[in-house]
């Protein structure tokens, strides 16, 4: 039978018309993963001990040893104004040392506005030898207290990330003033250390997170080896990395940073940082939005727009980071307005509040568009990943509004516990399920079955001595 034009045209049409379906790899192989074969039951606690550990660890931040120490000393700002201190028995397990200024007053009913100059001079030694030396002027320092206003904005004097000696002498004066106020104002200069008791926690806290999640990574390529990469889950081979940069990313060898710090370290921290933290958000984006295209071709066009805006998150916040540290490492003068910082500042919170609207479009996409199998594997995603949004929002914007917290050790603390723990709990999500094992059961069972005789009504020959 011959076919009319018109009916080739309609077959074409209808042809381009046809979604691409992909018949993925995991229908045909005997591995799933424990998500697929989890009841709600399993995993509302598995949820509920996940919160649990996050309230743990807030619990230990709170009342565990403080991240940074402080010293403040006060005089009334005069044109004879001069303040020194020293800090002894420092060690490099301190961390870093940091000098502020700030000016207070009593009576807010009027503004204040002044401009002076400051001399500085630091000197650190070790015993009584001194190795290192810095005197600094800042000129031009403008002293503004609006009407309601009762304390400045801190100003950031001097600060020093290797602590290679043990004693530091720290003094300031004012070389000149201008309109003087004749109002008593507070000037309060603020050093800041770190906490020996935070570094040594700190060291035992990422070894302990390092070596969970490396077990974890060792486990779960271990369950993996017997099928080839080309057939594992999407979610498996986007789970490997994290779990691998995840160990590096706790630095199991902080201690010798912590011991014998360098330029190197603190860089090198910075870098492995940005590239954990680019991963994650890509991870974040992939796993959701995969689960819309469950079943379904992902191309290039998938993965492309994702990997290209990635790349340009970790750029950013690699320059910006390393940028900030080289320039830690040296004083400057702390009320010039630098330029460079502010555009690299400014052009990583554009490129994270684009991708903070992406990540939320694609859970809202992937919320109303998938099908009814993937359906609980995305409320476990977005229970454990908007869990760990809830504690990190509070900790990092509720607490930092209270007094009590700002020099707590909770903003580290709860930062590792929850990506490790959020990690940790994709590696459980993931976990190869074995079903031959269940299907070893299953023969078990038939042997058993087979070798019990049937019964006579299974019986269709007569039996013996009947006719």
Known sequence: ?????????????????????????????????????????????????????????????????????????????????????????????????????????????????????????????????????????????????????????????????????????????????????????????????????????????????????LVSLLGLLRQLKSHPIKLWHLEQKLTVPLLALGVLYNNPFYYFQARSPTYAFILWETIITSVFTAYFQFFILVLFDSLRYKNRKTDKCFFAPKVIYVIALFLISVIHGIYDDITSFHVTPSNSYDEVESALRWTQIGLLTIYLVWAGVTVFLAGIQIDIIERYKFYMYLATGGTSLFVTLIVHVLFPAFKLFQNSAIHFVMSFAVENSFILMMMYFHWPYEVIKDQNYADDAERENAAIEPGDFFNNGDQPGEK
């Open 1 to 213: 039978m011959e076919h009319t034009l018109e009916d080739i045209q309609n077959q074409k049409s209808s042809d381009d018309e046809m979604i691409d379906i992909q018949i993925e790899d995991s229908l045909v192989r005997e591995s799933l993963m424990a998500i697929d074969t989890s009841n709600f039951k399993e995993d509302v606690m598995n949820l509920l001990g996940f919160a649990s550990i996050l309230g743990l660890m807030m619990l230990v931040g709170i009342v565990g040893p403080p991240a940074k120490l402080s010293q403040t000393t006060s005089q009334f700002f005069s044109p004879n104004f001069l303040i020194s201190f020293s800090s002894e028995n420092l060690s490099s397990y301190f961390r870093f040392v940091s000098y502020d200024l700030k000016f207070t007053r009593k009576n807010a009913d009027k503004p204040v506005t002044f401009i002076t100059c400051f001399q500085y001079s630091v000197q650190s030694f070790i015993d009584y030898r001194i190795v290192h030396s810095s005197s600094e002027k800042l000129t031009n320092v403008s002293v503004n207290l609006p009407v309601g206003v009762y304390e400045s904005q801190p100003l950031h004097i001097y600060r020093d990330r290797i602590i290679d000696y043990n004693r530091i002498e720290f003094t300031i004066r004012v070389v000149n003033a201008e309109n003087v106020p004749e109002e008593d104002i507070n000037t309060t200069a603020i050093v800041y250390c770190g906490s020996q008791e935070h570094t040594v926690f700190q060291v035992f806290f990422r070894i302990i997170f390092a070596i969970f999640v």
